[in-house]
């Protein structure tokens, strides 16, 4: 088997190095991605990224769970975000 692999590396290399550089930089990109120290942070910051963004209503006074101002702080502090 490793004889076999062996061979079909050597032959795609004589024929189309490019090709081969070029899927053996797409699979290390692949497999060393998870890996990487960023995607830690990457993952919390779309945690606390919000799908739905506000729509300005204009409050009347009768709707208790519509902040009164738009950038009245809704949702969990983002200071951990500055200190990375």
């Not at 006074?61 to 969990?76: A, E, F």
């Amino acid at each position: 088997m490793a004889e076999r692999l062996s061979a079909f590396f050597k032959k795609a290399w004589a024929k189309e190095p490019v090709l081969v550089t070029s899927f053996t930089i797409g699979g290390l990109t692949i497999i060393l991605c998870p890996l990487s120290p960023y995607t830690h942070d990457a993952a919390m910051i779309n945690q606390v990224t919000p799908y739905n963004y506000p729509v300005p209503i204009r409050d009347d006074g009768k709707m208790p769970n519509i902040p009164s101002h738009l950038q009245d702080p809704q949702s969990p502090s983002l200071e951990w975000l500055k200190k990375l």
